[in-house]
């Protein structure tokens, strides 16, 4: 058994969207939506002023809304690993999980009728290769690995490092870690 | 105002969905009670129930992103997925109201209808017979020959009769449920604060009532042509218990933004899209004032017999717009909710 997650350490992302790029091109996304995202917010005025910068995407929730208000049983998790999917042979498109999802992981791909959303390239992961967002990236944000496995980059950051995951008073609870130390 | 997921096809479904679920428990409630008397509301309420209901499904298929695969629905049953639970609910009360509605087709339609397909004309002589109503006469809202009241359909064989109360009386549960899952539809996501509260289910349940009885108000004179006591007698009882649902409504509205008031920052928040932001007209002027105070207020008024004096032609005037405006009400209800909670999120 296995059980993805990620730690992103923001302090190191500088906002050049690679990630976003290698993810619609690994996983031929429709144009004008993305399954992860830079968010960055200004504060101030120059020259008193920061700026904060959040990459994301999927939480990949181990009780996730998505999931739970699906009607068809579209959305599942994955029992290998915990990845949160939508089986698109079965999406009707009602987009109840967009509303349900408290992240705004999902959207709505109008050309195809369905939902879509970040599968962590469990594609990629099956040939043992990481994520394209997690290998693209020029600073290294994104760790990825298996909680499972002791011996793990992503255990060792989560043994070490102090982490937050984002809204966990949702109750969701993530998989995506955020260092905060 | 961002771009919604949840548009107007949404929206129309709650209020058609709602309005055709209080429609059955009315008509129910009408054809079980004090048999005959009310055989007006009945029938009104059981034609309609089924045409609602069908056209909000529709729209709600129709805003599907794969409608053709709305059949998906029925080949699982998702225990947590309020949709889910709905859509099944929603085939079960399509059933039951177009049985429902079948037994209490006017027997002047189904005669036309004999007419005009010959070969099929001996079934529909058969139905136009089953549904003859009992002649009930009322006289000042009192029903005369009250030997002829226990029996509303006497020329139904005994299964049919049974099967017609059979309908109607599992119209009742099944319709609160739909009225009841309209909300829930919405109040089960934690993500959208401004939805995710135990009243907004109530809220609907009762604004679904309402908008039936004014509905139904406008609708069971033309589908029965009694005689002058029998139509006042109709209106009166619906009049009186729209009163009720429609307070039942203000009692919840009032505690919901007290409860937003005194809540978490989240729900404050989303609050605030009604108390003093983009939905604050719609809401006030449209839902609270037009849908629920100056409709109960005249409804109060004419219970209490203050409207006796009025000339005949302003009464009639006021029988069209009351139940106008609490129909308007009901829809801007459902807009502003589907909106404003789309316009929120979890902090």
């Known amino acids: 058994m296995s059980r993805y997650a990620m730690v992103l350490d923001r302090a190191r992302c500088v906002d050049c969207k690679a990630c976003m790029v290698a993810c619609t091109a690994e996983n031929d996304v429709e144009i004008g939506y993305h399954r992860n995202w830079v968010r960055a917010a200004v504060k101030g005025t120059f020259p008193e002023l920061s700026m904060q910068i959040e990459p994301g995407q999927c939480m990949h929730c181990d009780d996730p809304p998505c999931v739970r208000s699906c009607p068809t049983g579209a959305s599942y998790i994955n029992a290998a690993g915990g990845i949160v999917g939508v089986d698109e042979k079965k999406c009707i498109g009602c987009r109840y999980c967009m509303l349900a999802c408290p992240y705004d992981a999902r959207f709505f791909d109008e050309a195809a009728g369905i939902v879509d959303k970040c599968t962590f390239c469990d594609h990629r992961l099956a040939l043992g290769q990481e994520p394209a967002c997690v290998e693209t990236c020029p600073t290294k944000v994104r760790v990825f690995g298996d909680l499972d496995d002791p011996g793990s980059e992503v255990s060792r950051l989560m043994r070490t490092r102090n982490t937050e995951k984002k809204l966990a008073h949702a109750g969701t609870a993530p998989n995506l870690n955020y260092i905060i130390d | ?347």
Request: glycine residues 12%; aromatic residues 10%; positive net charge.
């Open chain 2, 1 to 347: 105002m961002e771009h919604h997921e949840w548009g107007w096809m949404i929206v129309v479904y709650l209020f058609l969905g709602g309005l055709g679920a209080g429609c059955m428990v009315l008509s129910s409630a009408a054809h079980l009670g004090r048999r005959g008397r009310y055989q007006g509301i009945a029938r009104a309420g059981a034609l309609l129930a089924p045409v609602l209901v069908g056209l909000g499904s529709g729209l709600l298929i129709f805003d599907l992103g794969s409608p053709l695969r709305f059949w998906r629905l029925f080949v699982t049953f998702q225990p947590a997925s309020p949709m889910s639970i709905g859509s099944w609910l929603l085939v079960g009360f399509s059933v039951i109201t177009s049985i429902f509605a079948v037994l209490q087709l006017p027997p002047s339609w189904l005669r036309r209808l004999a007419a005009r397909f010959p070969k099929l004309g001996a079934s529909f002589e058969t139905l136009a017979l089953w549904n003859k109503p009992a002649h009930v006469a009322v006289r000042e809202g009192i029903s005369i020959e009250r030997d002829q009241i226990d029996i509303n359909f006497p020329h139904s064989p005994g299964g049919v009769r049974r099967l017609r109360s059979a309908m109607a009386g599992i119209g009742i549960p099944l319709g609160i449920g739909v009225g009841i899952y309209t909300g829930v539809l919405l109040g089960a996501i934690p993500a959208r604060p401004f939805w995710n509260t135990p009243m907004v289910a109530q809220l609907f349940l009762f604004s679904a009532l309402s908008t039936a009885a004014a509905l139904l108000m406008l609708v069971t004179p033309l589908v029965w042509k009694g005689d002058a006591g029998q139509s006042g007698l109709a209106h009166r009882s619906l009049l009186r218990a729209d009163l009720i649902f429609i307070f039942l409504e203000l009692f919840i509205i009032i505690p919901y933004i007290i409860h937003g008031e005194l809540s978490v920052l989240s729900a404050k928040e989303s609050l605030n899209m009604i108390l003093g932001g983009p939905y604050s007209g719609s809401f006030w002027i449209g839902v609270v004032l037009v849908g629920i105070l100056i409709p109960a207020s005249i409804e109060l008024v004419e219970a209490a017999g203050g409207a006796r004096k009025l000339p005949a032609r302003l009464t009639r005037g006021l029988h069209f717009i009351v139940p106008v405006m609490i129909l308007v009400g009901g829809y801007l209800l459902r807009w502003v909710f589907v909106h404003a909670g789309q316009d929120t999120a979890f902090l």
